[in-house]
């Protein structure tokens, strides 16, 4: 019977989603002067940077706010062959993983690194879901620089959010899965017993942004969903959002809905580190990768990391609480003081609002209301600084204004709800076409938000934009926050699917770019710095073409003594010292892309020729008016 209530509930979620809720009419809702506020005159800039996570893209899109232009598509977990990322010998080490070279993934959740819990343009910090890794992005040239694989890790969802000066990154897995990797080889009717949620903690050192996996802790088994950090008052905290505390591990969708209350599990980070460092904590041994780019030699090289230092419930035992949250949480926020957290159950009908100075009390206090797998549950009213009454449906995330105001997401209402954090009353509600997953506030879950604007992405599209088949461009919108009222003001399609997102000022970061590199400080072992030095050079079966690339030819530019099967190396240097004149490199019938080289950089395009003829090669980038002229021919003779 109860099963069958939930099924229910989770027939009318899928119902709600698709069909229902499809609210009044667009007209009705876009305010008189929207065509105005998100008008960007040609030649203006953007006034914030709007960093959107990929999905199943992999990559991570910038576009400019309020105008919603997609400026850039950042190749991060996805081969991109746009400009060779994981198809150039340079780039093919970011994508190694301890299970081989992967060209995909699912990228939810992004990070911009933080200084006193406030957003400082430094780096950008992206998750794959799928094959659990954390990559780092600098901000200078927006390029992928590192990217770390977490072992004892599936489904890296609660991840990767950060501390407050940028200390760590967390990630959380969502998977319950047996902690040692390398013993996964285990029933799976053992779950109970064997399977584990483990928090992945990441060092990242100050200067250099570098990622280091500094230790890990063992949780009990519960899918871990979403995560952030304390900040201020609640600086040394984290905390994450737990489901399934039933521990189901089939048909989830309604054996994991059983429970009342699943858990928001608040951990003190500060006490694990200082626990590693005391030498708590057994050594597992296991496989992860580590990959880092070297912006001097332009190459990236991927190491593999062999141990781990795991922190147990043990040795957690005075660091680690569970407080109940209603019913399948999933986002879990933390306002702007620091005091607030937020749980936001999918399946519950109110938003229940906790209080840190409340947690620390009912911890001294041991207001405890009993274990759960040998962490301390506090008693659910002991934290709680209470609830919002009837917000609306299936409540997902919560962003800041840091006005005193939160703004949730509501799936299957499909609606943005603000509401004041002190009092906890509903203060408005603005439709959103359709099912609303993540909402971003410009610096929305920082210590100090710039407000604003409130943009919503969207899972459902439907009648928005033109039809283009089965599959829709997903679509994000944009609220003006500035008012009493949100008021909206522009649909923008996305790439992928959307979850998280990050904003900031764009001055913040377009000051710093950089914009070519210099060709003195090419470090690259095939760099080729002048067309004098350009050659073609044999070793067995290798031959490698130092090549050069300038407006509006290749050096060399034609190639012969090239046999079938041999392994050709094109080491295109560009020797342009000048902002956006990359040069392309493409030959006919490579296996590999094409490269897409910036000024000052050196690229490498591996090509084994099948067959003898005449291979012509041409810049693929449209440079100058002599463009169509930068062309050349390799010619292969049978082996
Ligand atoms: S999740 Cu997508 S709507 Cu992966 Cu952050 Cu909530
Ligand atoms: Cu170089 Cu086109």
Known sequence: MKSLKLLGLSAIVAVTALTGCKPKGTETAVSGDAAQKVYVAPGKYDEFYNFVSGGFNGQVNVYGLPSGRLLKVLPVFSVNPENGYGYSEETKPMLETSHGFIPWDDQHHLSLSQTNAEVDGRWLFANANNTPRVARIDLKTFKTVEILELPNSAGNHSSPFLTENTEYVVAGTRFAVPTDDANGDVPIDSFKENFKGVLSFIGIDQQTGGMDLSFQIEAPGINFDLSHAGKKKSGDWFFFSCYNSEKANTLLEVNASQNDKDFIMAVNWKKAAELVKAGKGRKVTTEYAHNKWDESTHSATSTMKKEVVVLSVEDMKDAMFMIPCPKSPHGCDVDPTGEYIIGSGKLAALIPVFSFDKMIKAIADKNFAGEYDGVQVIKYEAALHGEVQKPGLGPLHTEFDGKGNAYTSMFVSSEVVKWNIKDL??????????????????????????????????????????????????????????????????????????????????????????????????????????????????????????????????????????????????????LEQDWDVPHGFAIKGNQNAELLIMPGETCTLKWVPKKPGMYPMYCTDFCSALHQEMQGYVRVSPA
């Open 425 to 574: 009353k509903v203060l408005d509600r603005q439709p959103t076409f359709y099912s609303v997953g993540h909402l971003m506030i410009p610096g929305g879950d920082s210590g100090k938000p710039f407000g604003k604007y409130l943009v919503a992405y969207n899972k459902i599209t439907k009648d928005r934009y033109l039809p283009t088949g089965p599959e829709l461009a997903q679509s994000a919108q944009l609220y003006d926050i500035s008012g009493d009222k949100m008021k909206l003001l522009l649909d923008f399609p996305t790439f992928g699917e959307p979850h998280y997102a990050q904003a900031l000022p764009g001055d913040m970061i377009s000051k710093n770019q950089v914009k070519f590199f210099k060709i003195a400080d090419n470090k690259h072992p095939y760099a080729t710095k002048g067309e004098a030095e350009s050659k073609v050079v044999r070793e067995g079966n290798k031959v490698h073409v130092y090549m050069t690339s300038i407006r509006s030819h290749f050096a060399p530019d034609n190639i012969e003594g090239i046999r079938v099967g041999d392994e050709v190396y094109f080491h295109v240097t560009n």
